[in-house]
């Protein structure tokens, strides 16, 4: 069955480490997002992709970039690493003409 | 003020009860209105669609548009301890699901 998945699921940092967080679908999506989930603010857009070589800013995206290389994976880079960026990470992932947007597991992240 | 506002309770309830969950938004654009259900340490996934105002029903669930008021409901009839999640609203300006706009949920439990 296709999924989206993400890795790693935990992540303990330290201020100021680079931090890769990724994500992977097999449902042959165009469309890819990441956004993360905080007690009172919900779910909030870092960055997104409508394909291959295209990356978006979302509404909180400093301290942090995407790459897309292919269709299925959408890596987010913490380049340098802040306790602000303690969270909750969801990737997401829809189609052209999907109605909906399908979420991965999410990856919890702490940052020390 | 944010686009999307959303009480985030908690809210507990016995089993058997009515549960209403609501929306309310500044953006007279957005035309599609989604809800999601998001149980503990899990993505959320999509639970109701609906396009314009009116309302949709599928098993124990409703959801209600009433675009004049900016307003959204779900309505959960006869709830069952397994609806005990948290359930965030989304809604976008167009069908596609490429920008979607979140509340900040709300933790519902149903105590048996």
């Known amino acids: 069955d296709a999924e989206i998945t993400q890795s790693p699921r935990h992540k303990i940092t330290e201020t100021g480490r680079q931090v890769t967080l990724a994500c992977h679908q097999t449902?042959?999506?165009?469309?890819m997002f990441w956004y993360r989930q905080d007690l009172g603010h919900g779910l909030r857009l870092i960055h997104y992709?409508?394909?291959?070589?295209?990356?978006n800013k979302g509404e909180v995206s400093d301290g942090y970039s995407v790459s897309r290389s292919n269709t299925e994976d959408l890596p987010l880079t913490l380049e340098s690493a802040a306790s602000s960026q303690t969270s909750v990470y969801f990737c997401?992932?829809?189609?052209?003409?999907?109605?909906?947007?399908?979420f991965g597991p999410g990856t919890r992240l702490t940052v020390l | 003020q944010k686009e999307v506002e959303q009480d985030p309770g908690p809210l507990s309830v016995p089993e058997g009860a009515i549960v209403s969950l609501n929306c309310t938004y500044s953006?007279?654009?957005?035309?599609?209105f989604m809800w999601y259900r998001q149980y503990s340490r899990k993505g959320p996934e999509l639970l109701m669609y609906?396009?314009?105002?009116g309302n949709k029903e599928d098993g124990r669930f409703t959801a209600q548009v009433d675009k004049s008021s900016k307003y959204i409901s779900l309505f959960i009839r006869d709830s069952q301890p397994s609806d005990s999640a948290t359930y965030l609203c989304?809604?976008?300006?167009?069908?596609?699901?490429?920008?979607?706009?979140f509340g900040s949920g709300t933790q519902l439990t149903v105590l048996p």
């Open positions: 997401a992932s829809s189609g052209q003409s999907s109605d909906t947007q399908y």
């Open positions: 449902w042959n999506h165009n469309n």
């Open positions: 992709s409508y394909g291959v070589h295209d990356t």
């Open positions: 953006n007279s654009a957005f035309q599609y």
């Open positions: 609906t396009y314009s105002s």
């Open positions: 989304a809604m976008s300006l167009s069908g596609s699901a490429r920008q979607l706009t």
